[in-house]
């Protein structure tokens, strides 16, 4: 059962920008917090940036600070990630999760997170 609905990838030069979105399709994003997380080539699932409920507190993992923003619209349950100033390496797919209950959001890394969606591919290159 996906929950969630990501969108807006694609392929971009480096340099370029994308804004992924990541709708609920059947739970209200409300109260949990949302971390966005990214599968490159050959590698294990990775946290990119993570949001708290509210808005009010994120987290930026490596190599993304400064170049990518997080924020959500819980009105929508949708969530967003503006990703500027695109690498080669930041190619993978993109997923969104909503952090489990049980475990602190706050360490964005993927086991503390569930409900993934289908993910949405983002290539760059020239």
């Known amino acids: 059962q996906l929950e969630f609905v990501e969108s807006g990838g694609g392929l971009v030069q480096p340099g370029g920008s994308l804004r992924l979105s990541c709708t609920a399709a059947?739970?209200?994003?409300?109260?949990?917090?949302i971390g966005w997380f990214r599968q490159r080539p050959g590698k294990e699932r990775e946290g990119t940036l993570c949001i708290s409920a509210t808005g009010f507190n994120t987290i930026y993992r490596d190599g993304v600070r400064g170049r990518f923003t997080i924020s959500r619209d819980n009105a929508k349950s949708t969530v967003y990630l503006q990703m500027n100033n695109l690498k080669p390496e930041d190619t993978g797919i993109y997923y969104c999760g909503v952090a489990r209950r049980d475990r602190s959001w706050d360490f964005c890394q993927p086991s503390d997170y569930h409900l993934w969606g289908q993910g949405t591919q983002v290539t760059v290159s020239s």
């Open positions: 059947v739970i209200s994003l409300g109260r949990d917090a």
